[in-house]
């Protein structure tokens, strides 16, 4: 899978993702533990999403750092 701008995603990359329910003005780091056929499953700090700390994205959602 890539990223937004073409990157190769990998376990234990680290991204930046708009949060679930978030603003697009407003930015989430986190790191992809894990891929789904179509998304890819992103750990992130409580305090950057709700009370989760996990999300689903498709790829196309997140960016590489």
Do not use: W
Not at 13 to 22: E, M, N, R, T, Y
Not at 28 to 50: A, D, L, W, Y
């Amino acid at each position: 899978m890539n990223d937004v701008t073409g990157k190769e995603l990998a376990v234990g990359d680290k991204v930046v993702f708009i949060p679930q329910g978030g603003y697009t003005s407003s930015l989430s780091r986190g790191t992809i533990i894990g891929f789904t056929p179509q998304k890819v499953r992103i750990e992130s700090p409580k305090e950057h999403m709700n009370d989760e700390d996990t999300c689903l994205k498709f790829p196309n959602q997140v960016a590489k750092v």
